[in-house]
Structure formats: structure tokens, C-alpha cells
Nanobody, 119 residues
């Protein structure tokens, strides 16, 4: 079972940037796909970006493409989400999650980190 702990959230002005981190432990990570999700109040959870831990192949959702980027540091066992040109609508709780390659559902989740963008 993979354990995930997010950090790096906070309050930022519109147009600013933040980098979220997710410390990953447990499991054989080369077998996993890692993803960043967010959930705003009253909204459904949204998958923002995903990356294969072994090859580092990534995908970013169209809704944040060009502003958000996902990466991982295999030596530090850390997943990152770089967020730029932040907007008030990016305000949400951000979660990192893990699923097995070939799996459909993210089974391991962190507790989340709050990002608030002030306009």
C-alpha cells in the first residue's frame, strides 16, 4: 500500500504560482501511476494530471494544460505539481493519488492540501 502526504498549498494571488509536493512511500513504485486531483466546494473531484512512475510519461487535462505540469523525482520519492498563472477558480483541495498500472481506480490517496487563489 502506497502512502501519500501532500504539502505546498497556501494562499496565492491570481496570476501567481505554487508548487505542490507529494511524498510517496511504500509499495513498488514502478508499478504505479500517480495523479494529482482537486476538488472545489460543491464540485466533483477532477483529475488534473497523471504520470507513470517508471518512465515519467505524463498527461495533463485540457482544463489546465499550459498552466500546470506534473513531474516526479524518483530519488526523493516525491511527486510534484507546478501551477502557474493561477486563477480564482483553481481554489480547491488538491490531492495526490496512486493506482496500479492497468488499473482503473486510484486506490491510495493523500489527505490533501488547500490552495486558495485570491482575485
Amino acid at each position: 500500500q502506497v502512502q501519500l502526504v501532500e504539502s505546498g498549498g497556501g494562499l496565492v494571488q491570481a496570476g501567481g504560482s505554487l508548487r505542490l509536493s507529494c511524498q510517496v512511500s511504500g509499495g513498488t513504485l514502478i508499478n504505479y501511476v500517480m495523479g494529482w486531483h482537486r476538488q472545489a466546494p460543491g464540485m466533483e473531484r477532477e483529475l488534473l494530471a497523471a504520470i507513470t512512475w517508471s518512465e515519467g510519461r505524463s498527461h495533463v487535462a485540457d482544463s489546465v494544460k499550459g498552466r500546470f505540469a506534473i513531474s516526479r523525482d524518483s530519488f526523493q520519492n516525491t511527486l510534484y505539481l507546478e501551477m502557474t498563472a493561477l486563477k480564482s477558480e483553481d481554489t480547491a483541495i488538491y490531492y495526490c493519488a496512486a493506482k496500479l498500472r492497468g488499473g482503473t481506480d486510484y486506490r491510495s490517496w493523500g489527505r490533501g492540501t488547500q490552495v486558495t487563489v485570491s482575485s
